[in-house]
Every structure is written in C-alpha cells, then in structure tokens.
C-alpha cells in the first residue's frame, strides 16, 4: 500500500513539470495559391507538440523549420497530422502553409509546449524583429607592401654660379628753390625710379637698398669732397662694391658723413606720388623721411622701398636768397647668376607583391527572434 501511494506521490510530481501550455489555437483560411506563415518562439529543451486538421480539402503543403533554414517538418495534401519534436536550442518557429489549390482551404491548429523544467515555464513565445550584423569574410587579391627599396637617382638642381653686388647711381642734380620774395613757388621737388628688378631662369638683379643726399650750396659740396676722401683712403686696397660715400652709406658699410654746419638750409622730404600732390597743394602728407638742415642722408633697406617712383620734395622758407639744392640717389644692386648642377639622390620606395587576403563585409539584416532577445 505505501509503495502504490509513493508511486501516485512521484507520478503527481512529475506531472506538474510535464503540463502542456498552450501556445495557440488557430482557424487559418487561406486563399487559392497562397502562403501563410506564423512564428513563436520557444526555449531550449521544450517539447513542441503541433496538431493540424483541415476542415474540408486537404492542404497542398505544410512545414516546421527552426529559422532560419533547420527543417522539422514537411508534408503534402495533409488533412490530419500531429507532430512532437524537441527544440535543440532556443529560438524561432516557421509554421508555414501553403495552399496550392485555386480554392479556399480552411484548417485549425493548436500548437503547444511542455517546458524541459520550472525555469522555462514561463517563457514568453512571443517574437519580434530585431536588427542584428553579420559579418562575411571575402577573399581579394591585394598589392600588399612587403618592404622598402633604397633607390639611386640622378637629379638636377639650380645653384649659385656667382654672387656680387655693386652700386649704380639713380640720380645727381642740382635744383634751384626759389625764396619767398621772387614771388615764385618756394616749393619744387625731383623725381627718381629706381633700377627696375630683372628675375630670369638663371640670372637675377635685385635692388636690396638705396640711400639719398640733399645738401644746399656749395657748403654742401665742400663736405661731399670731404667725404669722398675719407671713404677713398678707408676703403684703398680692400675688395668693394661702392664708389661713393652716398654708396657706402646704402651698403651699409659707412654709417655716418661728414656734414656742414653753416650756410642756408633746406626744408626736404621723401615720399610716394600722392603725398607729392598734396605736398604740392600745401595740404598735409606723410613722407618716408623728412627734416630740415643745410645737408642730410638716409639709407632704405625695406623690401616694400625696394621698386618705383620717389619724390624729393625740396621747401626754401629764405625771403630773398634762393639756394641750389644738390640731390644724390644712389642704389645697391644684388647681381646673381645660376647654373644648373648634377647631384644623386636617394628615393626610399615601398616595395609590393600581391596577396590573397580575406577582407570582412559586414552587413545588417532585421531577423525574428525571441522575445527575450537583447
């Protein structure tokens, strides 16, 4: 008697983690040639019991697969078929059915599992779409470097042949400034250009500086004598490329001359065009450099000074005595010739071969999945 209770006891136990859940219950009609598929989900272990009747005409088709392509089942002009199987892992159920007939075709299927334990009994078998990525791996023939080659090659460059410079002289003149009481203009200027740059393929001359002198009357003159007579006994035997004072000052090898203290002076300036006009028409301007004395120099070496048209402008504010004012320019001329010279490089280049290598396409695809699916 306590064996056959034992036994009832264990035959109750067991039945409870055999109970079938129904998973769906189902009347489909469906059109002549047409196809209808319904998808559940259901966890690994889970015996999938399937039960089909046709009401009426038998149904041309009917399958079971584990998706995406894992075939369960597959009959022909089915009327009646009950089908168990066992899902392996879990995953997505294809019930699908097809009509091959022109007419309707109407049937019922009840589909039910019975969870593999207590930890699955309550699997959702509902399914959704997910987008997942899948990776496939496509074999290319590609130039893959396999080193470096250390290459000798002849080449040509452009160098210097010869370098000098010297001094070319712009403009020497005298210009008379006529005083307040001749009831002429008091103002006058001189106009100068400075040697144009020359830039061909193998030679170029360049303006690099330039300096200018204004000095009144004789006086002036005197000390411009003085002057050529230092800068001659400095400079006897040495290599140069000035000749004048005025050329030693714009090389930058004399900084300071010799300048009068007594006799008439003179109002100067140097500027562009436009201030000469309003210079002119006694309105304001701004010059490049400017003052008052009986002599005065400056030297020019910004590259912007370098090229174009200049202006002395010259003012006597003497009432009777008019003056000669003697304006120097003198230019600094940079003279380069080059030639062409032959010389070895070295050229690193990679060096490649080709290879089969396997390249990965990734693409992304929306597939079923069970409801759980993260």
Known sequence: MKQFLLGC??????????QKITVAE??????????????Y?????????VAFKADGSALGEMSILQYPDVLKF????????????????????????????????TMNVTIQRVPDGSATRNFNTAVKWATVQDTAWTAVTKDVMVGYDTLKVQKTRKVVASENRYEELVIDKSQRVNAKSSFSATRTFVEFSLPVNEVTKYESKKVVAWAYWVGVGEESNEFWKQNRKMIVGAVQ??????????????????????????????????????AKNLFIAQKGYKAYDNGKGIAAYKRFTE?????????????????????????????IIEHIKYKDEKYTDYEVKPRYEKKIVKEPQISSAKVPVTYDYR
Do not use: H
């Not at 089908?83 to 309707?104: L, Q, S």
């Open 9 to 18: 006891l264990l035959l109750i136990a067991g039945g409870s983690f055999a």
């Open 26 to 39: 189902l009347q489909l009609k469906l059109e002549g040639n047409k196809t209808e598929e319904i998808m």
């Open 41 to 49: 989900g259901f966890a690994a272990g889970d015996r999938v019991i």
């Open 74 to 105: 597959r009959g022909q002009n089915i009327r009646e078929e009950k089908r168990e199987f066992t899902a392996t892992d879990k995953g997505v159920f294809v019930f699908r059915f097809t009509n091959t007939a022109r007419g309707k075709r």
């Open 237 to 274: 035997g040495a290599t140069t490329f000035f000749t004048t004072p005025l050329g030693g000052i714009a090389a930058g090898a004399v900084t300071n001359l010799v300048l009068p203290v007594n006799g008439e002076d003179v109002e100067y300036a140097i500027s562009n065009e436009q």
């Open 303 to 331: 590259s912007k000074l370098q090229q174009g048209k200049f202006y002395v402008l010259l003012v006597n504010d003497n009432l009777v005595q008019p003056i000669d004012v003697n304006v120097k320019v003198s230019a």
